[in-house]
């Protein structure tokens, strides 16, 4: 198959630049470079406040007639300040420089292709400016680069010396459920002694020098290599990853948002999504399909089948004498078993869908400790997650708004970012105008760090999810995980989470639903024993998350 024409790109070939050592760089160009009708435009911001034009340092333009493929450059500075970039004696033929820039701490270099009729942004490549070596050691350690640790599961199998299992998704960042993945699984197969490189098309700064450009995945790739794809959301690059010739490709599904749940608030993310769903039959061609539960598998089946509407699925399954009312409620990782398949098994495997949970657990970190749960304190009500419209933040405000007047003295905390201006607008809205809560009884506390987040869990009193469209949802496995009590709408995918355990509702009665929830809040016993249920539905998926769900979707066919 004829190798698709490689797009026009810039790169840089530094992971970041370190004042304290040096001011050059190198920019690496496609080879046609010098015949695209573009301008290299580099720019830089405060990478805290990268805003114009207090966080703008300055922009320098030049012609790229007469570069090469790769070319040296420097940051011309006084003191802190950078007032010229210079390229292998170029000179820039137009540029900006902020002449009442405010301090800053660290620095993002852009170098930007744009096309010389429209002004368009071609393509875009970005490194941070430290001032330190410190500042370097800094930025790299919001993730842990002992990679032996934490422990996950061990190979069954011996990986062959000669293939690179490459992870790729449109965008890995950290903190993120599906970044969060990827990373693990990093780190799980280094553990392996298996050869692993990470691509992407987005991603955290502090995450460059571990994550290659996904421009370079059709030349990294060779023939007895395997693909682990992710696909959460609209990728420009899905065809090129589908050709790519390699021994095995496997795709995993997260889930899509429903694009009419963000239609008001989000149309960019909504038409996006909307181009995502579109993709999605296309997972059919790789040579093995995942997803994070039954019910994403029923979306794959559909995206699969075009001619088979959602009925004409359920009649297939039918077919096959399952009991498809029940389908959902099964364990999630008893789909993947690969002894004793029930027919269920046997219909989504003739489907290529394996259902593997989203999340790798450390076998250490699951503690056999009594958890404690305190009733004696003021009623705090839990959200964990994005602030989107999909997840429905302003019924959790509502829910809580009727349980103050059940318990004047509760709190609701919510965690997550990620809102978008309309959205966030409405929820301050609903707090203050429409259900005018007191100030200071909802905070909002943005994104935390995992020890936060964990001393949240243990220290709240109920966890809440109004959420209406959901492919699985981590954070309700998580306060499961730290005892605590989850009362959630119970959408298909969270009712295979929590497995008739915990809370959960179909109507959203706000007042009758903050009666229910305070009735439990007060009885000590009871929690104690929904904590006990949870832990005990929860504890057979969670054992099963140590790796080994993915370890076997990579055993090479020849093993």
């Given amino acids: 198959m004829e190798k698709t024409r490689r797009k026009t790109f810039v790169r840089f070939n530094e992971s970041e630049v370190v004042l304290s050592n040096s001011t050059v760089f190198a920019l690496n160009f496609s080879p046609e470079i010098s015949r695209e009708d573009v301008s290299l435009v580099v720019d830089i911001y405060d990478l805290d406040n990268p805003v114009h034009p207090e966080g703008h340092l300055g922009w320098w333009q030049f012609s790229t007639t ?51 009729v429209t002004n368009a942004i071609v393509y875009l490549d970005k490194i941070p400016v430290l001032k330190t070596l410190d500042d370097a050691v800094r930025l790299r350690s919001s993730i842990s680069r002992d990679w032996q640790h934490p422990k996950f599961n061990y190979l069954s199998y011996v990986f062959p010396k000669s293939s690179t299992v490459r992870v790729i998704s449109r965008n890995i960042f950290f903190h993120d459920a599906v970044g969060n ?118 979306v794959l089946i559909d995206s699969f089948k075009p001619e088979h509407s959602e009925d004409s699925t359920k009649s297939l399954l039918n077919n096959a004498d399952i009991d498809t009312d029940s389908l959902s409620d099964e364990p999630v990782v008893e789909i993947v078993a690969a002894a004793d398949m029930t027919d269920e098994v046997s219909v989504l495997e003739q489907m290529m869908v394996h259902v593997v949970p989203p ?29 989107k419209s999909h997840k429905k933040v302003e019924h959790v405000l509502e829910l809580f708004a009727e349980y103050l007047k059940l318990d004047a003295a509760a709190e609701c905390w919510i965690v997550g970012g990620g809102a978008d201006k309309a959205y966030w607008d409405y929820l301050m809205w609903v707090e203050k105008n429409q259900l005018k809560l007191e100030p200071g009884k909802v905070h909002w506390l ?84 929904v904590i006990e249920r949870q832990r005990q539905s929860v504890m057979p998926m969670v054992e099963k998350m140590d790796g080994r769900e993915f370890l076997r979707l990579l055993q090479p066919s020849s093993v």
């Fill in 359 to 387: 999340k790798l657990i450390s076998p250490d970190a699951l503690s056999a400790e009594e958890l404690d749960y305190q009733i004696d304190k003021p009623a705090r009500l839990l959200y964990v997650g994005r602030i």
């Fill in 446 to 529: 943005g994104n935390v760090d995992n020890e936060r987040l964990q001393q949240l869990y243990c220290s709240a009193s109920a966890y809440i999810s109004m959420s209406e469209d959901e492919g699985f949802c981590l954070p309700i496995l998580e306060a499961m995980l730290s005892g605590l009590p989850v009362f959630v709408y119970g959408l298909p995918a969270i009712r295979e989470v929590i497995q008739d355990s915990g809370l959960y509702f179909d109507e959203k009665d706000f007042v009758y639903l903050a009666q229910v929830l305070h009735t439990l809040l007060a009885n000590k016993q009871r929690c104690l024993d």
């Fill in 66 to 116: 007469e570069l090469s493929v790769q070319v040296s450059a420097d940051l011309e500075m006084v003191g802190d300040k950078v007032i010229r970039v210079s390229l292998e004696g170029m000179q820039s033929h137009n540029f900006w420089v902020n002449e009442d820039v405010s301090a800053y701490k660290r620095l993002v270099l852009n170098a930007v292709l744009r096309s010389n």
């Fill in 181 to 298: 993945l990827c990373l693990d699984l990093y780190r799980l197969l280094k553990q392996n002694n298996v050869s692993v490189e990470m691509y992407a098309e987005n991603t955290d700064y502090s995450l460059n020098d571990i994550i290659k450009k996904i421009e370079l995945i059709d030349e990294d790739t060779l023939s007895k290599d395997q693909i682990l794809y992710f696909f959460s959301t609209y990728d420009p690059n899905l065809a090129k990853i589908i050709d790519l010739n390699c021994a095995q490709k496997i795709a995993y599904f997260h889930g899509i948002t429903d694009p009419r749940k963000l239609q008001t608030f989000d149309p960019e993310l909504s038409s996006i999504c909307e181009k995502g769903k579109a993709q999605l039959g296309q997972l059919q061609l790789f040579d093995s399909v995942a997803t994070n539960s039954t019910a994403n598998s029923r």
